[in-house]
Every structure is written in structure tokens, then in C-alpha cells.
Nanobody, 115 residues
Framework: QVQLVESGGGLVQPGGSLRLSCAAS????????MGWYRQAPGKERELVATITSGFSINYADSVRGRFTISRENDKNAVYLQVNSLKPDDTAVYYC?????????WGQGTQVTVSS
């Protein structure tokens, strides 16, 4: 059974930081492209960042320079360091695991940026 479990969300003031974690099980983690997506109230889910099995990285323009994605294959984990947070970053952040014919999602972790 595939499980992706996110953690690390919370309430933070503008300009603050968080480190989101996603622990994966039930997959051969190292061969999957891992990603973080987010969904704000009333909006569609959007890409935040992805990291391939070869460690190639892609960021959404809105987070480039503020967010950093990384992975540790020996721990079956992917991380998202989020810095310089803005109120517009408020959303549920989801972890995903993708390869051809298989996409898995976690349940999400809430990030709220507010003073």
C-alpha cells in the first residue's frame, strides 16, 4: 500500500519559514519524480516544485528563490524548505510521487501565513 505522509505545516508570520516533509512508503522511492503542489481556498491545485530521480529540479515562478526542494532516497523522504513566506503562500501543501502510469498523493499539510 502506497502512503505519502506530509508534516511540518503550521501558522507562520509573513517573512517566516517552515520545513515541510513527506515520508513515502510502498514505492521504490528512488525511481519516482517527487513533487510538492498546493491548493488555496477557491483555487485549483498548482505546482510548487518537483525533483526527478536524477535530482533535476523545477520550481514555479512564484516560489523560485524562496523555496527549496530536496530528497533523501535512503530515507524515502522529500522536503520543501519554504522561506520568506507571504500571505499568498497560504494553502494546503501536497506531496506527490509520479512515474509513468502511476501518480500518488498525500493528504496534505496546511500552511497559513498571517500576522
Amino acid at each position: 500500500q502506497v502512503q505519502l505522509v506530509e508534516s511540518g505545516g503550521g501558522l507562520v508570520q509573513p517573512g517566516g519559514s517552515l520545513r515541510l516533509s513527506c515520508a513515502a512508503s510502498g514505492i521504490t522511492f528512488s525511481i519516482f519524480r517527487m513533487g510538492w503542489y498546493r491548493q488555496a481556498p477557491g483555487k485549483e491545485r498548482e505546482l510548487v516544485a518537483t525533483i526527478t530521480s536524477g535530482f533535476s529540479i523545477n520550481y514555479a515562478d512564484s516560489v523560485r528563490g524562496r523555496f527549496t526542494i530536496s530528497r533523501e532516497n535512503d530515507k524515502n523522504a522529500v522536503y520543501l524548505q519554504v522561506n520568506s513566506l507571504k500571505p499568498d503562500d497560504t494553502a494546503v501543501y501536497y506531496c506527490s510521487a509520479y512515474r509513468i502510469l502511476a501518480t500518488y498523493w498525500g493528504q496534505g499539510t496546511q500552511v497559513t501565513v498571517s500576522s
